[in-house]
């Protein structure tokens, strides 16, 4: 059933060439015309074997739809043949609507929540486009609507890009890699309205930009020339149980703007940076300049928020989860971060190296024997907290919260908070963990261990050597030419990489214990061996104690757009964040962020 999709777009943009003509005559047949019937016949049959069978209520719907607009539109059948089985899909889609253009990839619920890249160039914002192409006169009502939407969600996902093109890697199958922006084809192709973000120079730029990031990744193909299964390398730990050979080919999607005629301006306007380039009036490069200050923009329908400078591109999330069991359900839904620079990582067993927490809580109630993590989240929601600075100014910073449990059984109960950078550090956020026992739970002496990672980094220098260990005497003495290491101190771990400096720093007194992780190879997306910094914490509950809270400022900063000195990582590391509780904050005359 999902071929018929792009067969179905095969037959839409060129019936000529894939479905036999009928005859001029049909009383005086020629044996070749006779064989053009029978062969448009077969392809009609095909086509309508979709319909009757059993299909899931996600994106796939929009298949059938496809199939049977190509039935429609290049085979010739009566619209009214298939108009309700079009409309019965379309009906369901339509619950999947969230709104500001998003749509989620299923019902939005307590059973399940999923609005990752089938929302868009996967599926439903792709299918829905091309259905705008080729639909508008038998739909108009529909297509209008469609279009809208789509100019709505286009002025949000530009911000799933990085200056250089890179995605933001999130959510399952992965492996169809540069389809992620099949949307940008789709909205070409489908001619609709751009909002006022963006122009057809700037989504050139978006589409073209992605693709070049794509061909410095050598390692997606075979020896044979054909692409493997895997993100930016060959990896079977991150790929589906619906995957096969051909599933990276559903990168082919972001290429339909070849279906664009030669005279069309796509193909002779200017590309044009990155949105957010305008942020600089003197810039004219397709790639970031290292002053593009901090744009954070919280996004409600998908319960994320978007961050983007100079120094780091990466989303916080927190509300999504997969209901149904895909291989790393947890990794590819339910960490806190996901970074176009640093990926994320997949689970390769049970043990805690084997779960490779980066951007993620791993809680262990029997001594370290088992791990788990936030899976299935309760009354995601995205609000604003406070920033004051000592001078009595202040501003508001998205934040996102909701609640988990490490599982059914479990006596626990954890509200999680992610707070966005602010301008005052931002190359750092904050996550906040109240850990309560349920009402329900008999008081007894509860031990329970943590372990919570920044951003993945690589573990190797790029000659291949490991590295170096470091300690706060060598940023003192010679530090400028400090480029890589780690640094396990305190409360705290830091990395510098190749890829960027990574690190995390429990910000309560005494609590935690910084340490660089190793976990197992080909775990990272973009990294086949990479290095976590985590902080580790013991805890036990007492027979009447309510709560325990963690409380962690993660710091990245990637190399990708700027090139930073050792004391110049060094200042930016020491400058932590500061949080304050709101009863004590008009105390404070210090820059704080406010947190109940």
């Known amino acids: 059933m999902v071929e018929l999709e792009i067969i179905g777009f095969a037959l839409l943009v060129a019936p000529e060439a894939f479905v036999p003509s009928l005859p001029a005559e049909p009383s005086n047949l ?46 010739g059948v009566p619209y009214e043949e ?9 009906d369901i889609l339509n619950q999947f609507y969230l709104g500001n253009g998003w749509a989620a990839d299923g019902f939005w619920s307590d059973q399940g929540r999923q609005a990752d890249y089938y929302s868009s160039s996967f599926a439903i914002q792709f ?57 940008w084809s789709a909205v070409i192709v489908a001619e609709v309205p751009l909002p006022a973000s963006l122009n057809l120079g700037t989504v050139k730029g978006l589409l073209l930009r992605h693709l070049r990031w794509w061909s410095k990744h050598p390692d997606i193909f075979n020896p044979d020339g054909t692409f493997n299964i895997g993100y930016a390398y060959p990896n079977m730990y991150m790929c589906e149980d619906y995957n096969s050979p051909q599933s990276p080919y559903w990168c082919l999607k972001t290429l339909i703007s070849i279906s664009l005629p030669e005279t069309h301006e796509f193909w002779t306007c200017t590309e044009l940076p990155h949105p957010l380039a305008k942020l600089l009036p003197s810039s004219s490069s397709s790639t970031a300049p290292p002053t593009v200050p901090l744009s954070v923009v919280g996004l409600d329908e998908p319960k994320q928020i978007l961050v983007s400078s100079s120094h780091h591109h990466y989303l916080l999330s927190l509300g999504q989860f997969c209901p149904w069991p895909i291989k790393a359900s947890e990794a590819k839904y339910c960490k ?22 980066d951007n993620t809580l791993a809680i262990s109630e029997d001594e370290g024997d088992t791990w788990r993590l936030m899976w299935k989240t309760a009354n995601p929601q995205l609000g604003r907290v406070q920033f004051r600075r000592s001078d009595g100014s202040s501003e508001e910073v ?43 739970v008999k008081p007894t002496n509860n031990f329970i261990r943590t372990v919570e990672g ?25 530090h400028e030419n400090i480029t890589d290491g780690v640094l396990d101190g305190g409360n705290s771990s830091l990395i510098l990489s190749s890829a960027g400096v990574s690190g995390i720093v429990h910000l309560l007194r005494g609590a935690g214990k910084g340490e660089a992780l190793k976990p197992d190879p080909n775990t990272n997306l973009m990294f086949q061996r990479s290095i ?49 509780r709101v009863r004590d904050a008009s105390q404070n005359n210090t820059d704080a962020i406010v947190i109940a």
């Open 30 to 75: 020629t044996p070749q015309e006779m064989s053009n019937l029978e062969a448009r016949a077969r392809v009609i049959k095909y086509i309508r074997a979709i319909n009757g069978k059993e299909m899931p209520f996600n994106n796939w719907r929009w298949f059938r739809i496809m199939a049977n607009l190509a039935l429609v539109k290049a085979c």
């Open 82 to 90: 298939v108009k309700e089985l079009m409309d019965s899909d379309h």
């Open 127 to 183: 299918s829905q486009l091309l259905y705008v192409k080729y639909a508008s006169d038998i739909d108009p009502e529909r297509c209008e609507v469609f279009k809208e939407r789509g100019r709505l969600f286009g002025d949000q996902f530009w911000r799933y890009f990085d200056f250089d093109g890179a995605a933001i890697p999130f959510g399952r199958s992965l492996t169809y890699r540069f389809a992620a922006a099949g949307f």
């Open 336 to 357: 806190f971060a996901y970074s176009s620079a640093f990926s994320f990582s997949v689970p390769t067993g049970p043990l805690i190296q084997q779960m490779a927490p």
């Open 398 to 440: 998205p934040k996102l919260s909701g609640t988990w449990s490490p599982g059914k059984k479990s006596p626990l109960i954890i509200e999680t908070t992610l707070i966005a950078p602010t301008k005052r550090w931002p190359d750092w956020h904050i996550r906040v963990h109240t850990i309560r026992r349920r009402d329900t």
């Open 454 to 478: 920044g951003f993945a980094v690589p573990c190797r220098r790029e000659d291949g050597t490991a590295l170096p260990l470091l300690n706060a005497a060598d940023f003192e003495n010679g």
């Open 532 to 580: 976590i910094p985590t902080v580790r914490q013991q805890y036990e509950f007492v027979e009447n104690e309510e709560e325990m809270r963690i409380l962690v400022a993660v710091f990245a900063i990637s190399r990708k757009h700027v090139s930073l000195s050792g004391k110049e990582i060094w200042k930016l590391w020491n400058d932590r964040p500061v949080v304050s």
